[in-house]
């Protein structure tokens, strides 16, 4: 098994151990002890744990943001029929949420995830508010209602507090209500 491990394993652990244990246990020695294998099979893939990060970082970037607007604009096809900022709720709001709250105590404590960080929620207001602007809103609405979304989904995430999944779908039809009018 040790021989077959791709570094792609070890970003799935890393990102299976952030969402767990926080940032500090995403180093080498533990990751090893617990894949069962060497240390070094992560230095084989990994020039050291800096580079480790970063790949680490570009993975939850790709699986918390890129993955979720291509799967949005999958949905604006009229055809599928359905409403892309709905299912980008639906999505984000039902997402990795233990992920994002360790990426972000991450990023208070580290200036390369901090960057990554800036970067990805850049990505997202800027997507939300062009979501905005396709359903009709004017420029200056859908970018001050992208920032609410923005902020709305932030309070959730970080509370910890989940909802009942019928009691989270209603909180969303009123959040979809409140800004797409």
């Known amino acids: 098994m040790a021989d077959q ?71 604006l096809d009229p055809d599928k029929g359905e409403d892309p900022l709905a299912m980008l709720l639906k999505l984000t709001f039902g997402g990795r949420l233990a992920l994002e709250r360790a990426v972000r105590s991450w990023a208070a404590n580290d200036p390369q995830a901090h960057d990554a960080v800036v970067a990805v929620d850049r990505r997202r207001l800027d997507y939300v ?18 920032q609410i979304l923005f902020w709305t989904f932030f309070g959730f995430a970080l509370s910890n507090q989940p909802l009942p999944p019928d009691r989270q779908q209603a909180v969303l039809d009123e959040l979809l209500q409140i800004v797409a009018r």
């Open 5 to 75: 491990l791709s570094a792609q394993d070890w970003v799935d652990q890393g990102l299976k151990t952030l969402a767990k244990s926080g940032f500090t246990a995403l180093k080498a020695e533990p990751l090893a002890k617990a894949m069962g294998v060497s240390r070094g099979s992560f230095y084989w893939h990994f020039a050291d744990i800096g580079a480790y990060h970063a790949a680490i970082l570009d993975r939850w970037r790709d699986v918390a943001t890129e993955q979720i607007i291509a799967s949005v604009q999958a949905a």
């Open 129 to 146: 508010e062009w979501l905005l602007k396709q359903a009709g809103l004017a420029e200056d609405v859908a970018r001050a209602r992208a």
